[in-house]
């Protein structure tokens, strides 16, 4: 060492420089093992099965309607319903069918307490557009009440099951 200086190989290195060099280091020892230490949130995935779609009253079923979305718990409260197998984002609004009011005209996504699948596929409710993040499924031909995760928070549908529905629905786990 020659004052503030370090010599190595043949170069002179002075103390300014030589800080930067050691400041960049370690940027890249920190950001290095952020990146392999840091990897995508994992997704909570729950089965929500709480009642058959048959029991009274029917109020989604297959001769109208295969998907229904309640705006309160237990099936209660207005109604959104669709025969698409898929809805990357869910849109429209909560309809009373003389069964149920509350929540008549708010927006659906976001605003659901309650699903019912009137279909011999198995349904999944997602938290985000596109069929991503914590995810509700749903047996054929059972409703339920939407886990905390997905309780007026919900923003995509679709049916996955490769099983009993080959080719229908979407694959949330392709890439």
Same mark, same amino acid.
């Given at each position: 060492?020659?004052?503030?200086?370090?010599?190595?190989?043949?170069f002179?290195?002075?103390?300014?420089?030589?800080?930067?060099?050691?400041? %960049?280091?370690?940027?890249?020892?920190?950001?290095?093992?952020?990146?392999?230490?840091?990897?995508?949130?994992s997704?909570?995935e729950?089965?929500?099965?709480?009642?058959?779609?048959?029991?009274?009253?029917?109020? !989604?079923?297959?001769?109208?309607? /295969?998907? !229904?979305?309640?705006?309160?718990?237990?099936?209660?409260?207005?109604?959104?319903w669709?025969?698409?197998?898929?809805?990357?984002?869910?849109?429209?609004?909560f309809?009373? &069918?003389?069964?149920?009011?509350?929540? %008549?005209?708010?927006?659906?996504?976001?605003? %659901?307490?309650?699903?019912?699948?009137?279909?011999?596929?198995?349904?999944?409710?997602?938290?985000?557009?596109?069929?991503?993040? /914590?995810?509700?499924?749903?047996?054929?031909?059972?409703?339920?009440?939407?886990?905390?995760?997905?309780?007026?928070?919900?923003?995509?549908?679709?049916?996955? &099951?490769?099983?009993?529905?080959?080719?229908?629905?979407? &694959?949330?786990?392709?890439?």
């Amino acid at each position: 060492m020659i004052g503030n200086t370090v010599a190595r190989s043949g170069f002179i290195v002075g103390s300014a420089t030589r800080n930067l060099a050691i400041a %960049a280091a370690s940027v890249v020892v920190a950001s290095s093992g952020l990146i392999a230490g840091a990897g995508p949130a994992s997704a909570s995935e729950s089965t929500v099965s709480g009642w058959n779609t048959a029991s009274a009253p029917v109020r !989604c079923g297959p001769q109208r309607r /295969d998907v !229904c979305l309640y705006y309160s718990p237990g099936a209660e409260g207005a109604i959104w319903w669709t025969a698409s197998t898929s809805q990357n984002t869910i849109y429209g609004t909560f309809e009373n &069918d003389g069964y149920g009011s509350a929540g %008549a005209g708010q927006n659906v996504r976001n605003n %659901a307490a309650s699903v019912e699948n009137s279909a011999e596929c198995r349904l999944g409710v997602w938290v985000y557009p596109n069929y991503v993040g /914590d995810v509700n499924w749903v047996p054929a031909y059972r409703g339920g009440n939407l886990t905390s995760n997905l309780r007026n928070n919900e923003a995509s549908i679709g049916y996955y &099951d490769p099983v009993n529905c080959p080719g229908v629905g979407v &694959d949330p786990y392709r890439p």
